[in-house]
């Protein structure tokens, strides 16, 4: 496994296989995954401001099956923001906690991509300085078309 150290808003993040194609119908590697995103940062960031994400993560690239976490990844750096959630459970799992990355700057996020989270979906809530949710305060409505008909 190849490995560097990136110096990126004063925290130095492992990033590995940067070689690796996570896009095999364009050959796009994670290198420039990361970079993109790192790029788009001043746009995206906006958008991502305070919310928990649950993120969906591509270890071995796109043509391989994915995952859906919501809970901080182990190991998860300490400079890494968190929203600690209470939750009633799902699936029958029992009650308890989730603790949700929150993205406040660009090394969050490069740590992220760097993991293969390739979709980041922010909560319609906010956390507040302490990271406790607050009151929504937007709604998105997704629209899937679904299959044609016939």
Not at 20 to 39: I, S
């Amino acid at each position: 496994m190849t490995e560097i150290r990136a110096e990126i808003d004063g925290r130095t993040l492992k990033i590995t296989n940067l070689d690796k194609v996570l896009y095999p119908l364009t050959g796009t590697t994670k290198a420039e995954v990361l970079d993109y995103y790192v790029r788009i940062a001043p746009v995206l960031l906006p958008h991502l401001a305070g919310r928990a994400v649950t993120r969906i993560r591509w270890p071995h690239g796109v043509q391989d099956s994915s995952f859906f976490e919501k809970n901080l990844p182990a190991g998860s750096p300490s400079w890494l923001g968190r929203a600690k959630v209470p939750t009633t459970g799902s699936r029958g799992g029992d009650a308890g906690e989730l603790t949700f990355p929150v993205i406040d700057g660009v090394a969050p996020l490069a740590y992220l991509v760097n993991l293969a989270s390739l979709e980041l979906h922010a909560h319609q809530w906010t956390v507040d300085v302490d990271g406790e949710p607050q009151p929504p305060d937007r709604l998105v409505i997704d629209l899937d078309p679904g299959s044609p008909p016939g």
